[in-house]
């Protein structure tokens, strides 16, 4: 087994959405970095993941010059927020000329693949185990790896964990630097990939029944989210179960049987770790926070971190300027509390007009009568319609 060391500029640690798309725009600024996920790219071009580019998104993309070439078409500006069948159409109105593009979270790392791969000749080393990194306070960070050729070591002046939520970056960090900040909403979602695309307005609907979503995944398929409790397995849920209980919570009896690709059981949570940064690690995406899914916010706060990131990483490189770096946490994190409370207000709302059981006809009713300020506000429709697109 042979060994080798090298130097790079940026380690990124994790190849998923927030690293991959990081790495893009480093190596589009002529910033030299490596990224290192543990998967294969074969693996990581079918792995699923939830999320649509929101307006936000959109624009990031436009300003770095690379929203032609990574996200696709405009996404539907409307959700059907259904009350026990009872359909109404919530119009996300447009008025600055940017707009939500249809780009979900798998569509966009196969396109960020091709683009710093396969275009750009970007460094991405795949299959890859063992990484550790050392992170000490008066010295350059070190990562090291394994793969079937050897061990190897880089010597760089920044990492970057962007490998989730149980990854090594934020467990190199020493016990008592992170303070993490939990919530449990006490429930889970079944989430189901059907070969069925949603053929009107991707729906939220909730009933006495529960709660259940349809979601848009590629022209073909969409994700059913079903409330469920912590301690249901897949085995709960057989498929006659499951469209049952999609029929029953949408109201709709007509709704057909389609293939079901794969089923999760999602708990619902709420994690923010703080500060996003230790020396010269600095956290982004679902290694430093974790949104509940209802909100569909994960990805995009994923996006907001690395564009504030790379813009400080580029000014660090280029003018020797740390400042950006240093303010990097306090930066996001003000971002980050704001998704928080939408995805908890979202998330609330959604369960909470739903089965009475869960928390009381109380509940059930006031959270009923929020929905219908939706409707009834102009001033709280813009709100949402901020919140949804990322605007705020």
């Known amino acids: 087994m042979s060994s080798s060391r090298e130097h790079s500029k940026v380690v990124i640690i994790g190849g998923g959405v927030s690293g991959l798309t990081l790495a893009t725009f480093l190596h589009k600024s002529g910033v030299p970095c490596i990224v290192l996920e543990r998967r294969e790219r074969a693996y990581v071009e079918v792995r699923q993941r939830a999320g649509v580019v ?32 009872n359909s109404r159409i ?39 185990a063992d990484i550790a990194l050392r992170n000490d306070k008066d010295s350059r960070p070190q990562v090291t790896y394994a793969d079937a050729g050897g061990s190897h070591v880089i010597d760089c002046e920044h ?47 909730v009933s006495d029944h529960g709660f259940a979503a349809q979601l848009p995944r590629g022209p073909h398929r969409s994700r059913y989210y ?6 249901d397995r897949i085995e709960d849920w057989p498929d006659e179960r499951l469209w049952d209980e999609i029929r029953l919570r949408m109201g709709d009896a007509a709704i057909g049987i389609a293939q079901v690709h794969d089923k999760d059981i999602i708990a619902l949570r709420s994690v923010v770790h703080a500060p996003m940064q230790y020396g010269n690690l600095f956290l982004a995406g679902d290694a430093a926070h974790l949104v509940p899914p209802t909100g569909a916010k994960g990805m995009n706060l994923a996006l907001h971190d690395v564009d504030v990131l790379a813009r400080a990483l580029v000014r660090a490189a ?44 109380f509940r059930q009713a006031i959270a009923r009568a929020r929905l219908d300020t939706l409707f009834e506000s102009p001033l709280a429709g813009r709100l949402h319609i901020e919140f949804q697109r990322g605007m705020v």
């Open 318 to 361: 280029v003018d020797g300027d740390r400042s950006m770096l240093d303010a990097y946490s306090d930066t996001c994190l003000p971002h980050v509390w704001k998704y928080q409370e939408f995805s908890a207000w979202m998330t609330d709302t959604m369960h909470d007009a739903g089965d009475p059981a869960l928390h009381g006809e």
């Open 226 to 231: 079903l409330q469920c409790t912590l301690g």
């Open 159 to 205: 990492v970057v964990g962007c490998d989730g939520n149980l990854g090594v970056s934020r467990a190199s960090i020493p016990d008592g630097v992170l303070h993490t900040t939990t919530h449990e909403f006490g429930y889970a979602w079944l989430a189901a990939l059907v070969e069925a695309p949603v053929t009107g307005h991707p729906i939220m609907a």
């Open 90 to 128: 919530f119009e996300m109105g447009v008025d600055d000329g940017t707009q939500g593009r249809f780009c979900t979270q798998q569509m966009l790392v196969n396109n960020l693949l091709r683009e710093l791969i396969d275009v750009m000749a970007g460094d991405v080393r795949f299959g890859v």
């Open 54 to 85: 929101e307006a936000r998104g959109v624009r990031m993309f436009e300003q770095w010059g690379l929203a032609d070439k990574l996200l696709g078409g405009p996404v539907a500006q409307t959700i059907d927020y259904r009350v026990n069948g």
